[in-house]
C-alpha cells in the first residue's frame, strides 16, 4: 500500500493564493484519482475536488486541484483565501476498494 | 434528499464489542459502495472499511479480523460490528457513501463516537 502525505498547516492572508500539497508514497500520482476534502470543525468533510480536478457543483472556481508525476504529487490550490476557507484539508486516493488519506493539512486565513 | 445517520456508539471497556449502525435514506444503500471513515479527537481521517454493491467486504490492516462490516438491505441500513476493541480504536465512526471506487465519498453521516476506556 502506498501513504499520501501532506504539510501539517498551511496560513496566508485574505485575498491571497494558497496550494496544499500531496505527496504520494509509491507507484505513480496518476494511477488513481486524488479527492480533496474539506472538513469544518465539528462537520463532517465535504468533496472540493474529485478526479484530480473536477469541481463538485456548488464548489467556487476559486478552488482547483491538479497533479505533477515528476513530484509524484497532487495539489490543491484556493485562491481569492477568504476567512470562511479556514479549515482541515484532506487528500484521498485508492488502492482497489482501499481508501488512502492524507494526513490532513489546516489552513488558517488570518 | 440524502441521509446518513450513524448510531451505536458509547463508552465500552477495551476487549469489548461494539455495533454501530447507519441509517440511509434518500436513496438505495445496496446500489452503492459504503464505507466506514473513523477519526480520532484532533487526528485526520482513516478509512477503516468498505462493503461493495455485490456485498465484497474490504478492511483496513488495523481492524482487519477484529471488524465486520454488513449491510441489512431490507432495512437500508449498513453496520459495523467491532470485536476486540482497543483504545487506539476510540475515534468518531462515519459512515459515507460513494459511487465508485474511483469516485469520492459523495454523502457523510454525522458520526457516532466509540470511547474505548476503563
Known amino acids: 500500500n502506498f501513504m499520501l502525505t501532506q504539510p501539517h498547516s498551511v496560513s496566508e492572508s485574505p485575498g491571497k493564493t494558497v496550494t496544499i500539497s500531496c505527496t504520494r508514497s509509491?507507484?505513480?500520482?496518476?494511477?488513481?484519482?486524488v479527492q480533496w476534502y474539506q472538513q469544518r470543525p465539528g462537520s463532517s468533510p465535504t468533496t472540493v475536488i474529485y478526479?484530480?480536478?473536477?469541481?463538485p457543483s456548488g464548489v467556487p472556481d476559486r478552488f482547483s486541484g491538479s497533479i505533477d508525476t515528476s513530484s509524484n504529487s497532487a495539489s490543491l490550490t484556493i485562491s481569492g483565501l477568504k476567512t470562511e476557507d479556514e479549515a482541515d484539508y484532506y487528500c484521498?486516493?485508492?488502492?482497489?476498494?482501499?481508501?488512502?488519506f492524507g494526513g490532513g493539512t489546516k489552513l488558517t486565513v488570518l | 434528499e440524502v441521509q446518513l445517520v450513524e448510531s451505536g456508539g458509547g463508552l465500552v471497556q477495551p476487549g469489548g464489542s461494539l455495533r454501530l449502525s447507519c441509517a440511509a435514506s434518500?436513496?438505495?444503500?445496496?446500489?452503492?459502495?459504503m464505507h466506514w471513515v473513523r477519526q480520532a479527537t484532533g487526528k485526520g481521517l482513516e478509512w477503516v472499511s468498505g462493503?461493495?454493491?455485490?456485498?465484497?467486504?474490504y478492511y483496513s490492516g488495523s481492524v482487519k479480523g477484529r471488524f465486520t462490516i454488513s449491510r441489512e438491505d431490507a432495512k437500508n441500513s449498513l453496520y459495523l460490528q467491532m470485536n476486540s476493541l482497543r483504545a487506539g480504536d476510540t475515534a468518531v465512526y462515519y459512515c459515507?457513501?460513494?459511487?465508485?471506487?474511483?469516485?469520492?465519498?459523495?454523502?457523510w453521516g454525522q458520526g457516532t463516537l466509540v470511547t474505548v476506556s476503563s
Open positions: 509509491s507507484g505513480s500520482i496518476a494511477s488513481n484519482y
Open positions: 484521498q486516493s485508492y488502492d482497489s476498494f482501499s481508501r488512502v
Open positions: 462493503i461493495g454493491t455485490a456485498g465484497e467486504s
Open positions: 459515507a457513501r460513494a459511487s465508485s471506487s474511483s469516485l469520492p465519498f459523495d454523502d
Open positions: 478526479d484530480d480536478n473536477q469541481r
Open positions: 434518500g436513496f438505495t444503500l445496496s446500489r452503492y459502495d
